[in-house]
């Protein structure tokens, strides 16, 4: 059977007179006398289909039409259906354009009731959202971030492609954490005990000292005890990795990444940023950068107790951001905080001397977050390329040398200075599709809760 001729994006009013075969889904039915107007969705919109008795058609044909007409008013939302009609012009359906039903395949009745108000008249929690996923897809706002995400996805590569960096794929199953051994997600494998990857990090070090500019985009593990909007369990992560680079020259790739993805959504995205209702932020470069002591200051001058040395956590963030936005120091709500201390970032971060932060004296880092508003998009640093250096800061952080050897090894065949970030894609989704949950970024979320669908 030939399911369909044409999207139904692609029916106007320019072809009225033509007869066209569309698929997709009952999405609503409603009966007026003797008439049936039946709503269909596919992936592109949706139309409107009028089912009446023809005046000059056979009896035989008014009877087959009478029949139609009762099956159609009988169908039950979100069955799969293949539909028949003529092109009409209308000025009152949207686009201007209507089909005059001719004919009805039922490819697959749904079951009543639906566990999920697809037309999203009634709303529904997050959880009930997620639990139903697959009908919860079928609302056009739930395909409208996803696309955004694709099209997120389109616009890093085609960037980074334009800069001569080589799209590669490391291995998710690891002998030892990315991260220090941290949040490791255990696997069985033949026998031993494996790891779901964190991150791409010592693989796509090791690369620079072959292909020089490399980036990923995988999926990547955390075992994270953080039931918040903003954390999954499994996320994609965007990696970059660039040799001879330093921390400065990966943050003018990134600012540019994030302006190349948000320019995309306005001018390919519109459709679907109309969809959710969101304008994303105006982008100007460069991004603000502060320093983490400028940072602990602020943080400090608001009250908030923090250690020199400490990491930050939310409610410091959030206040920091509402200061940089009110002073004019981000840029559409983005900035850079660098310079962080060296013993809250990874061990393969570069150290960069010393800073006394509120009368302390701090060992500071090459290192760098990106933030939007209070919220991490993503982290990076110039990376040690000395493996003395590198063993050193194993064994300041109690961790065993011989146990990264696989790694250390290749340290000692001319490694190349280095730098790198990586960073959520689902979290860059938040300014940029203007959700509230990362999950709504996801197909089908994983976290400290959820393992189906």
Same mark, same amino acid.
């Given at each position: ?349 570069? $150290?960069?001397?010393?800073? +006394?932060? &509120?009368?302390?004296? %701090?060992? !500071?880092?090459?290192? @760098?977050?990106?933030?939007? #508003? ?52 689902? $979290?860059?989704?938040?300014? +940029?599709? &203007?959700?509230?949950? %990362?999950? !709504?970024?996801?197909? @089908?979320?994983?976290?400290? #809760?959820?393992?189906?669908?």
């Amino acid at each position: 059977m030939k399911y369909r001729d044409v999207l139904i994006e692609e029916i106007t009013p320019e072809m009225e007179g033509k007869e066209v075969r569309v698929a997709g889904w009952v999405h609503a039915v409603r009966r007026v006398g003797k008439l049936v107007f039946l709503i269909v969705r596919d992936f592109t919109g949706t139309i409107q289909v009028t089912f009446r008795v023809p005046k000059e058609a056979s009896e035989e044909e008014k009877e087959r039409y009478k029949e139609l007409i009762k099956k159609v008013s009988k169908l039950p939302l979100e069955s799969a259906v293949m539909v028949v009609g003529v092109v009409r012009r209308d000025p009152r359906a949207p686009r201007g354009v209507e089909l005059a039903g001719k004919d009805l395949v039922v490819l697959n009745e749904a079951k009543s009731p639906l566990p999920l108000d697809v037309a999203g008249k009634v709303d529904a929690h997050i959880d009930t959202r997620l639990a139903n996923r697959p009908m919860d897809l079928r609302r056009p706002e739930s395909q409208a971030v996803l696309r955004l995400v694709s099209l997120a996805a389109r616009a890093i590569r085609e960037y980074l492609y334009d800069l001569n960096f080589t799209e590669v794929f490391t291995p998710k199953i690891i002998a030892s954490g990315s991260e220090g051994g941290a949040q490791l997600v255990p696997v069985f494998y033949f026998g031993k005990t494996a790891y779901l990857a964190q991150s791409p990090q010592l693989y796509k070090e090791l690369l620079t000292s072959s292909l020089e500019y490399v980036f990923e985009i995988a999926p990547a593990w955390r075992h994270e005890e953080s039931d918040t909007p903003y954390h999954l369990a499994e996320f994609i992560s965007v990696d970059v990795e660039m040799a001879f680079a330093d921390y400065n020259d990966v943050m003018k790739v990134l600012e540019n990444v994030v302006k190349r993805v948000i320019d995309y959504a306005r001018e390919r995205g519109g459709r679907w940023l109309e969809v959710l209702g969101h304008r994303p932020p105006e982008v100007a470069l460069p991004i603000p950068r502060i320093t983490y002591k400028e940072a602990w200051e602020i943080i400090k001058a608001e009250g908030f107790d923090v250690e020199p040395g400490e990491d930050f956590g939310t409610p410091e963030l959030r206040k920091l951001s509402e200061v940089l936005e009110k002073e004019g120091k981000t840029s559409g709500g983005f900035y850079f905080i660098v310079d962080w201390p060296a013993d809250v970032r990874p061990f393969y971060t570069k $150290r960069k001397g010393s800073d +006394v932060v &509120g009368g302390k004296e %701090v060992d !500071l880092s090459e290192s @760098f977050d990106l933030n939007w #508003k209070h919220l991490e998009i993503s982290s990076g640093s110039t990376r040690i390329h000395v493996r003395r250096e590198l063993e050193e800061e194993l064994k300041r952080r109690g961790l065993s040398p011989e146990s990264f050897e696989w790694y250390l090894k290749w340290f000692d065949y001319g490694m190349p200075p280095h730098a790198g970030w990586g960073m959520g894609l689902q $979290r860059l989704m938040v300014p +940029v599709a &203007g959700i509230s949950n %990362v999950r !709504l970024a996801t197909t @089908f979320p994983r976290d400290m #809760k959820r393992l189906v669908p």
